[in-house]
């Protein structure tokens, strides 16, 4: 990845939103085996911080809260986002999810000059997948499917946040993600 005029050292700090969940919290473990990372996690149950590892608890839907709290994080060069708030409709699903990215962003972009990268964790349900039987081979280029889906609103406001920045972002679009020692779902 080309590094930003700003950043003095080679060192990171990726700042991970979501940091007790299936992504997260692999994530975290991934990061701590290299030796180029600081590592800043976020979530509302926080975590032990040792090491190279630092947990803040905050509240995402907190707008002010997550101001607060993530507002001094001057030092952060990645933004891995993949917190989760469940709901039992697509369409309830949209404004918690769309609020914390919303509120992390604006908490972050502003007062992070070495900011790099923001990686959005999706999923195969951007391309329709939860709706039942969907074109295969599925392309980024596809159109998207019928509205409400909190994926597409939270891109679309990546996109328009990105423009005129010189940090990048991109998003990730796995099946299902399993850790192998607490395995939650039945694949079956
Ligand atoms: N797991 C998969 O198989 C899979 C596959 C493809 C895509 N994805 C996508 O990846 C994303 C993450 O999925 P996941 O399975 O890792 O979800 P998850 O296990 O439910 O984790 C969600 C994370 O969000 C945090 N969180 C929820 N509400 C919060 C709030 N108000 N403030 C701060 N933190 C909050 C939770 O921690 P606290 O409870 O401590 O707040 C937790 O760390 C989702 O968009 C999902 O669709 C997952």
Redesign the pocket.
């Known amino acids: 990845m080309l590094s930003h005029p700003n950043q003095t050292s080679d060192r990171k700090t990726a700042l991970v ?9 692999n994530l975290i473990e991934y990061l701590t085996k290299l030796p180029d990372w600081n590592i800043i996690g ?5 975590g032990e911080s040792s090491g190279r590892v630092r947990y803040i608890p ?4 907190d707008e002010a809260d997550t101001r607060k709290k993530l507002g001094s994080l001057t030092e952060v060069t990645h933004l891995f986002y ?5 709901r039992p409709t697509w369409a309830e699903l949209v404004p ?2 769309l609020a ?1 990215l919303v509120n992390v962003v604006n908490s972050i972009e502003p007062i992070a000059p070495s900011l790099q990268h923001i990686s959005l ?5 951007v391309y329709g997948a939860h709706l039942g039987p969907f074109k295969t081979p599925a392309k980024e280029s596809d159109a998207h499917h019928m509205p409400p889906e909190f ?1 597409i609103d939270q891109q679309q406001f990546l996109e328009q946040r990105q423009r005129g920045q010189h940090w990048t972002w991109s998003a990730i679009r ?5 850790l192998v020692d607490t395995c939650y ?1 039945n694949m079956i």
């Open positions: 939103i979501g940091a007790n969940g299936v992504i997260g919290r976020v979530s509302r149950r926080g905050v509240d995402l839907l993949a917190a989760y708030q469940d918690p999810n914390m964790m999706q999923g195969y349900k994926n796995p099946s299902v993600v399993q779902f």
